[in-house]
């Protein structure tokens, strides 16, 4: 079964520092890698995805995420914090179907 | 372009009662997705409907079934309600939906609450 690890329930970054959320995923055939924040009473937004093609992937809000085959990996990372970065992050896969496996996710919190 | 719509915003239920969700895809999208994201965890995977047939379908049992209509809006129903039921459920949409890499659009969510 499809299957993503989202260490670390909670994160807390200083406003301005670096943010890392980190995700793996257990399977010896590369997915399909999507990157989504939920904030609160709202639905998913897509941040960033990989299919195929350069691995370190740019998205909205400037977040990027690079993909390590060997690593089995697709982080998360933001250079600086910002305070409407707090949100909760969800790492998810999908095996060519078009179906969803996401992991159980991260609460950002941005300190001041 | 009005995105994915979800109605109503809230429910309360009780144990054993029968509850349908409604999703309004996105304009031009073809494929909804149905998801269920309890308390402090992931979406899971229910059931995805691509023009009006049921495309693929999570762990969950038969009294999840679903529906999607001509203009691929969709209903998610739910029979005999259990107190585990009580989540966020989530619909996405996707423009063409047997495209691995076709990104999906979520909609706010319901929220049920089953007592």
């Known amino acids: 079964a499809q299957s993503v690890t989202q260490l670390g329930s909670h994160v807390s970054v200083s406003e301005g520092a670096l943010v890392l959320l980190r995700c793996n995923y257990s399977?010896?055939?590369?997915?399909?890698l999507f990157w989504y924040v939920q904030y609160p009473n709202q639905g998913l937004q897509l941040l960033l995805k990989?299919?195929?093609?350069?691995?370190l992937v740019k998205g909205i809000n400037g977040f990027e995420a690079e993909f390590k085959k060997s690593e089995t990996s697709f982080h998360l990372t933001k250079p600086s914090a910002h305070m409407s970065d707090a949100a909760e992050y969800f790492c998810?896969?999908?095996?060519?179907?078009?179906?969803?496996?996401f992991g159980k996710g991260n609460q950002v919190v941005v300190i001041p | 372009e009005t995105g994915v719509t979800q109605s109503p915003t809230h429910l309360i239920k009780t144990r054993g009662q029968q509850v349908t969700l409604r999703c309004s895809s996105q304009?031009?999208?073809?494929?909804v997705s149905w998801y269920q994201q309890a308390l402090g965890q992931g979406p899971q995977f229910i059931f995805q409907?691509?023009?009006?047939?049921?495309?693929g379908r999570g762990n969950f049992p038969p009294r999840f079934s679903g529906l999607q209509f001509p203009n691929y809006s969709s209903e998610l129903n739910v029979n005999a309600l259990e107190l585990d039921d009580s989540a966020l459920y989530l619909c996405?949409?996707?423009?063409?939906?047997?495209?691995?890499?076709?990104?999906?659009?979520f909609g706010p969510g319901t929220r049920l609450t089953v007592l």
């Open positions: 990989y299919t195929t093609g350069a691995t």
């Open positions: 409907y691509y023009r009006e047939e049921e495309n």
């Open positions: 998810a896969v999908s095996y060519g179907n078009n179906r969803l496996a």
């Open positions: 304009s031009g999208h073809n494929t």
């Open positions: 399977s010896s055939v590369p997915p399909y």
């Open positions: 996405a949409s996707s423009p063409k939906g047997q495209v691995a890499t076709d990104t999906q659009y």
